[in-house]
């Protein structure tokens, strides 16, 4: 086994080995580009040193002689005294990983090496500033010493030479500088800075080892569900030095702008200057546009090497240089990060250009981007105030007046008031709150912490960690820096895609993206926004290879509708107890509290007429689509009044003495329904067979609709669906009785209506016996929530605000069930289902509905599993159109 490839040897495709930046330094050292020669060692050595606690035993010489080769190439040796070799060691796992160690520079320095350098260069002050920032770096990311100890004497120095620029430091200053750094090494770690290079350098590659396991690189690791046993590869890179004088710099870039996608000239430049004084803000960059001034073949070559690179990765890079004496260098290379809206762009912009054909545009773009690009956003024209920034937990933006607790946010919030709700953190005690808040912001908590997690949940939109602003609950105020103080009620804005804070009414503009979905903004027109012709594309595309068919969960006209225009190929669910609330819960209690069967056929027939008219509407709206409905399915108890309030109404007219018989009655069914776990109990095709009449009256609205419809010249496709099925008989049972209904509404109305029977699966056991279910059902819709809850043993609405927050943090799941469907427990019985059921009946059509139809991931294994359609609420259904599109491409 090979523990060490030099940058000439690997590839871009290396990754698994050689980590992210190893890889596409041997990419750019094979394509030509100067790249400082050096080696990786690979991921695997790091693998065997972090199982066995020491360095593969091969590991040693085999850096030796990579070590040597070095050398002869360089024609001088690691830390040699005269004319030393300089070299970086980088961290660099396959992922890039905040928590990893820092990359030390300039190892191989040392007292006698630093005066060789200096002869060397002809340059005393950069060698020791040189050996000072190594020293620096080594100290505190190798060794462990707190950094501080070393800026504070570094800023002494400065304050003692009455500047603030290190520029300003000479070479005496920094000889001082490294004297103190050393007693600081000595004093903090009780020994002396190493002079021997070659154990600078086994220390610091080992460090980088260790630094796969620290604390923050392991949360890091799954929150982001990167698996833990990957380890790092570690860079030793030949150092050269953008710190030899105003002919010298270091600068990042990007081949095109990040945030439009737009081609042209995008990065910073700083003059003598060492790697990460660029980011680390210590002088002002300056736009890499002015390169062109200061340098001009240098600046000419980079931009050749940006279009290779372009070219050569197809797509946009982003790049780390250093300027030695007018010669560039390549230090980094990776295709870049960017926006949701510039992803899109460039994705159409590259097949444009030729580099990539539409299947690859597809990779290039998902559907968490879409979904952002929907939701509503500030207007970037408005003045806005910005008063804080934390992390964006929930995107969307929210305008609100400042409340600091729960009570306080629904009391508002009842009385029309837009509130954002404030707090330090949140916890359960909290939700009542975050439900009436158009937005939360907290100070405290990152993207896993209880007000994140619930935020997503509820598609609310959060801001959390937002650490400079100082809030007090208790005096209903926050203080952000520069002393400005937002006190209960005064307005504030916050966008939960960037994670800022406003002061003030932020004016909020509608998506292009949602206008041109709805229809009120065309692609094609000359004045379309250029996302918006970029969006329209992708989704062509997308809609052309996808094999998923995408409908929509709707339970009214308006919503059928919206679906349609955003591409919905049916309805998946259409859940008909939405239909019993409002005026009609007076109906639902008649029947509840019906004694006899002609008391129950009254209000069953009050019903009829109602449900039916619901219905023919429906269908018009998805006319020539189909439209699946789902019978009757919760508890009974929810269309009755809350226990406790009618508990309170009837005692207090018993006390006053004019009990009302109605009331009495109702309490008495309330008790009677009352149960420990509604969601495991008299509910879906339970209801039906215990309720005389109830279902039947249910098919026959269907069926008297459909054939309205027919009569009318349309096209109806009902499919009637049977909730919370765990055994064949239960459908067997419904089946007959829907069938005599049906069969009698065709003879009375003369028309064939072909109308289809199917269930639910979404209790482990139909899951297990779906070749018996597939007997009597002509479709299966997976309900993943409930087929979540049951396999799990989790009550949604309790877990998500209770522990979830805990699992999350332990790692126990990277992401809630509810949101991304558990492949390897729920997914397995959702696939053996198929293939069960698929097995009894070869055209039996399989579908899911439920929140997991519009997640991104979720989507990818449905269409793995082989089934015919997903079904999601309408605003998700562009978002299951790409994903069922980059699925299938
Ligand atoms: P990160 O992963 O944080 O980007 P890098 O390993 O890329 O860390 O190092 C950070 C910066 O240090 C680089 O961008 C570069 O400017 C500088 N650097 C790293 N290695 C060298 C080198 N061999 N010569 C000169 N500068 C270097
Ligand atoms: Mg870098
Ligand atoms: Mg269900």
């Given at each position: 086994?090979?523990?060490?490839?030099?940058?000439?040897?690997?590839?871009?495709?290396?990754?698994?080995?050689?980590?992210?930046?190893?890889?596409?330094?041997?990419?750019?050292?094979?394509?030509?580009?100067?790249?400082?020669?050096?080696?990786?060692?690979?991921?695997?050595?790091?693998?065997?040193?972090?199982?066995?606690?020491?360095?593969?035993?091969?590991?040693?010489?085999?850096?030796?002689?990579?070590?040597?080769?070095?050398?002869?190439?360089?024609?001088?040796?690691?830390?040699?005294?005269?004319?030393?070799?300089?070299?970086?060691?980088?961290?660099?796992?396959?992922?890039?990983?905040?928590?990893?160690?820092?990359?030390?520079?300039?190892?191989?320095?040392?007292?006698?090496?630093?005066?060789?350098?200096?002869?060397?260069?002809?340059?005393?002050?950069?060698?020791?500033?040189?050996?000072?920032?190594?020293?620096?770096?080594?100290?505190?990311?190798?060794?462990?010493?707190?950094?501080?100890?070393?800026?504070?004497?570094?800023?002494?120095?400065?304050?003692?030479?009455?500047?603030?620029?290190?520029?300003?430091?000479?070479?005496?200053?920094?000889?001082?500088?490294?004297?103190?750094?050393?007693?600081?090494?000595?004093?903090?770690?009780?020994?002396?800075?190493?002079?021997?290079?070659?154990?600078?350098?086994?220390?610091?590659?080992?460090?980088?080892?260790?630094?796969?396991?620290?604390?923050?690189?392991?949360?890091?690791?799954?929150?982001?569900?990167?698996?833990?046993?990957?380890?790092?590869?570690?860079?030793?890179?030949?150092?050269?030095?953008?710190?030899?004088?105003?002919?010298?710099?270091?600068?990042?870039?990007?081949?095109?702008?990040?945030?439009?996608?737009?081609?042209?000239?995008?990065?910073?430049?700083?003059?003598?200057?060492?790697?990460?004084?660029?980011?680390?803000?210590?002088?002002?960059?300056?736009?890499?546009?002015?390169?062109?001034?200061?340098?001009?073949?240098?600046?000419?070559?980079?931009?050749?090497?940006?279009?290779?690179?372009?070219?050569?990765?197809?797509?946009?890079?982003?790049?780390?240089?250093?300027?030695?004496?007018?010669?560039?260098?390549?230090?980094?290379?990776?295709?870049?990060?960017r926006t949701a809206a510039a992803a899109f762009r460039i994705a159409t912009q590259l097949v444009d250009q030729g580099l990539i054909d539409e299947a690859?545009?597809?990779?290039?773009?998902?559907?968490?981007?879409?979904?952002?690009?929907?939701?509503?956003?500030?207007?970037?024209?408005?003045?806005?105030?910005?008063?804080?920034?934390?992390?964006?937990?929930?995107?969307?933006?929210?305008?609100?007046?400042?409340?600091?607790?729960?009570?306080?946010?629904?009391?508002?919030?009842?009385?029309?008031?837009?509130?954002?709700?404030?707090?330090?953190?949140?916890?359960?005690?909290?939700?009542?709150?975050?439900?009436?808040?158009?937005?939360?912001?907290?100070?405290?908590?990152?993207?896993?912490?209880?007000?994140?997690?619930?935020?997503?949940?509820?598609?609310?939109?959060?801001?959390?960690?937002?650490?400079?602003?100082?809030?007090?609950?208790?005096?209903?105020?926050?203080?952000?820096?520069?002393?400005?103080?937002?006190?209960?009620?005064?307005?504030?804005?916050?966008?939960?895609?960037?994670?800022?804070?406003?002061?003030?009414?932020?004016?909020?503009?509608?998506?292009?993206?949602?206008?041109?979905?709805?229809?009120?903004?065309?692609?094609?027109?000359?004045?379309?926004?250029?996302?918006?012709?970029?969006?329209?594309?992708?989704?062509?595309?997308?809609?052309?290879?996808?094999?998923?068919?995408?409908?929509?969960n709707a339970d009214n006209a308006e919503d059928a509708s919206r679906a349609r225009r955003f591409g919905a190929q049916g309805i998946g669910l259409c859940?008909?107890?939405?239909?019993?609330?409002?005026?009609?819960?007076?109906?639902?209690?008649?029947?509840?509290?019906?004694?006899?069967?002609?008391?129950?056929?009254?209000?069953?027939?009050?019903?009829?007429?109602?449900?039916?008219?619901?219905?023919?509407?429906?269908?018009?709206?998805?006319?020539?689509?189909?439209?699946?409905?789902?019978?009757?399915?919760?508890?009974?108890?929810?269309?009755?009044?809350?226990?406790?309030?009618?508990?309170?109404?009837?005692?207090?007219?018993?006390?006053?003495?004019?009990?009302?018989?109605?009331?009495?009655?109702?309490?008495?069914?309330?008790?009677?329904?009352?149960?420990?776990?509604?969601?495991?109990?008299?509910?879906?095709?339970?209801?039906?067979?215990?309720?005389?009449?109830?279902?039947?009256?249910?098919?026959?609205?269907?069926?008297?609709?459909?054939?309205?419809?027919?009569?009318?010249?349309?096209?109806?496709?009902?499919?009637?669906?049977?909730?919370?099925?765990?055994?064949?008989?239960?459908?067997?049972?419904?089946?007959?009785?829907?069938?005599?209904?049906?069969?009698?509404?065709?003879?009375?109305?003369?028309?064939?209506?072909?109308?289809?029977?199917?269930?639910?699966?979404?209790?482990?056991?139909?899951?297990?016996?779906?070749?018996?279910?597939?007997?009597?059902?002509?479709?299966?819709?997976?309900?993943?929530?409930?087929?979540?809850?049951?396999?799990?043993?989790?009550?949604?609405?309790?877990?998500e605000a209770s522990f979830f927050t805990a699992y999350l943090e332990k790692g126990i799941f990277g992401v809630s069930p509810f949101e991304t469907i558990?492949?390897?427990?729920?997914?397995?019985?959702?696939?053996?289902?198929?293939?069960?059921?698929?097995?009894?009946?070869?055209?039996?059509?399989?579908?899911?509905?439920?929140?997991?139809?519009?997640?991104?991931?979720?989507?990818?294994?449905?269409?793995?599993?082989?089934?015919?359609?997903?079904?999601?609420?309408?605003?998700?259904?562009?978002?299951?159109?790409?994903?069922?599109?980059?699925?299938?491409?």
């Amino acid at each position: 086994q090979k523990f060490v490839y030099d940058f000439t040897e690997g590839n871009k495709d290396l990754k698994d080995l050689l980590g992210g930046k190893g890889a596409n330094l041997a990419e750019m050292t094979n394509l030509g580009l100067p790249v400082p020669p050096g080696f990786t060692i690979t991921t695997e050595a790091c693998k065997v040193y972090l199982e066995s606690g020491a360095e593969p035993a091969a590991l040693r010489d085999e850096v030796s002689a990579h070590l040597d080769a070095l050398e002869q190439r360089m024609g001088k040796k690691l830390g040699q005294a005269d004319d030393p070799l300089l070299v970086s060691v980088r961290s660099g796992a396959k992922f890039s990983m905040p928590g990893m160690m820092d990359t030390v520079l300039n190892i191989g320095l040392s007292d006698a090496s630093v005066v060789g350098l200096a002869a060397q260069a002809g340059n005393e002050r950069f060698a020791w500033d040189s050996y000072r920032r190594l020293i620096q770096m080594f100290g505190k990311t190798v060794l462990g010493v707190d950094g501080e100890l070393f800026e504070d004497a570094l800023e002494d120095a400065k304050r003692a030479k009455g500047t603030h620029d290190d520029l300003d430091l000479d070479a005496a200053d920094l000889r001082g500088l490294v004297e103190q750094f050393k007693a600081v090494v000595a004093k903090e770690t009780g020994r002396d800075f190493p002079q021997d290079p070659r154990e600078q350098m086994d220390l610091a590659v080992r460090a980088v080892f260790d630094s796969w396991n620290g604390e923050r690189a392991k949360l890091y690791r799954r929150q982001e569900r990167i698996p833990g046993d990957l380890g790092t590869a570690v860079n030793i890179c030949s150092m050269v030095f953008g710190n030899l004088g105003s002919d010298s710099g270091t600068g990042v870039a990007f081949t095109r702008d990040p945030a439009t996608g737009h081609q042209g000239v995008y990065g910073d430049y700083l003059c003598n200057a060492q790697g990460e004084d660029v980011v680390a803000g210590i002088r002002n960059t300056v736009p890499l546009a002015e390169l062109e001034q200061l340098d001009k073949t240098s600046y000419d070559q980079l931009m050749q090497i940006m279009e290779t690179l372009e070219t050569h990765y197809k797509d946009l890079c982003d790049i780390e240089f250093t300027i030695e004496r007018g010669k560039l260098w390549m230090l980094q290379t990776r295709v870049g990060k960017r926006t949701a809206a510039a992803a899109f762009r460039i994705a159409t912009q590259l097949v444009d250009q030729g580099l990539i054909d539409e299947a690859e545009a597809l990779q290039r773009v998902n559907g968490a981007q879409l979904a952002q690009l929907m939701f509503p956003r500030f207007d970037e024209k408005a003045k806005a105030e910005r008063i804080g920034w934390g992390i964006a937990a929930s995107p969307g933006a929210a305008v609100g007046k400042a409340v600091f607790d729960s009570y306080t946010a629904v009391k508002w919030s009842r009385s029309g008031e837009k509130v954002i709700l404030i707090r330090r953190e949140t916890n359960p005690d909290d939700l009542n709150g975050m439900i009436a808040a158009e937005g939360i912001l907290t100070s405290r908590g990152g993207k896993t912490s209880h007000a994140a997690v619930v935020a997503r949940g509820m598609g609310k939109t959060c801001v959390c960690g937002a650490e400079e602003l100082e809030v007090d609950t208790k005096r209903r105020r926050m203080t952000a820096p520069g002393g400005v103080v937002v006190e209960e009620g005064d307005v504030i804005s916050i966008d939960g895609s960037s994670g800022k804070v406003y002061l003030g009414k932020v004016p909020v503009v509608p998506s292009p993206v949602v206008e041109y979905f709805e229809g009120r903004m065309h692609a094609g027109a000359d004045d379309a926004d250029e996302l918006v012709r970029a969006v329209h594309r992708i989704m062509a595309y997308a809609d052309r290879v996808r094999r998923l068919r995408v409908r929509a969960n709707a339970d009214n006209a308006e919503d059928a509708s919206r679906a349609r225009r955003f591409g919905a190929q049916g309805i998946g669910l259409c859940r008909t107890e939405h239909m019993f609330l409002g005026e009609r819960r007076e109906l639902v209690e008649r029947l509840i509290l019906a004694d006899t069967d002609s008391e129950r056929d009254k209000a069953l027939s009050a019903l009829l007429p109602l449900q039916r008219s619901d219905f023919v509407e429906l269908l018009e709206a998805m006319d020539g689509l189909p439209v699946t409905v789902r019978l009757l399915d919760p508890p009974l108890h929810e269309f009755l009044p809350d226990i406790t309030e009618l508990s309170v109404r009837v005692a207090l007219a018993e006390a006053r003495k004019d009990s009302n018989e109605n009331d009495l009655r109702l309490l008495q069914a309330v008790h009677k329904l009352h149960e420990q776990n509604p969601m495991l109990g008299l509910r879906g095709v339970r209801l039906g067979l215990v309720i005389p009449g109830l279902f039947a009256m249910q098919v026959r609205a269907i069926a008297e609709a459909a054939a309205e419809r027919r009569n009318a010249k349309g096209d109806p496709r009902a499919e009637i669906m049977i909730p919370l099925v765990g055994t064949v008989q239960e459908l067997e049972i419904v089946r007959d009785e829907a069938e005599a209904v049906i069969a009698e509404v065709e003879a009375a109305t003369g028309t064939e209506l072909s109308l289809t029977l199917g269930t639910m699966i979404e209790l482990p056991r139909a899951a297990l016996t779906a070749a018996q279910i597939a007997e009597a059902a002509q479709f299966f819709s997976f309900g993943t929530n409930d087929l979540t809850q049951t396999v799990w043993g989790f009550s949604r609405d309790d877990v998500e605000a209770s522990f979830f927050t805990a699992y999350l943090e332990k790692g126990i799941f990277g992401v809630s069930p509810f949101e991304t469907i558990d492949k390897d427990g729920v997914g397995s019985l959702v696939r053996s289902a198929v293939e069960a059921g698929r097995a009894t009946r070869p055209d039996l059509k399989l579908g899911v509905c439920g929140e997991h139809g519009g997640d991104p991931e979720s989507v990818h294994f449905f269409h793995e599993v082989g089934l015919d359609y997903v079904s999601c609420s309408p605003f998700r259904i562009p978002v299951a159109r790409l994903e069922a599109g980059r699925a299938a491409a």
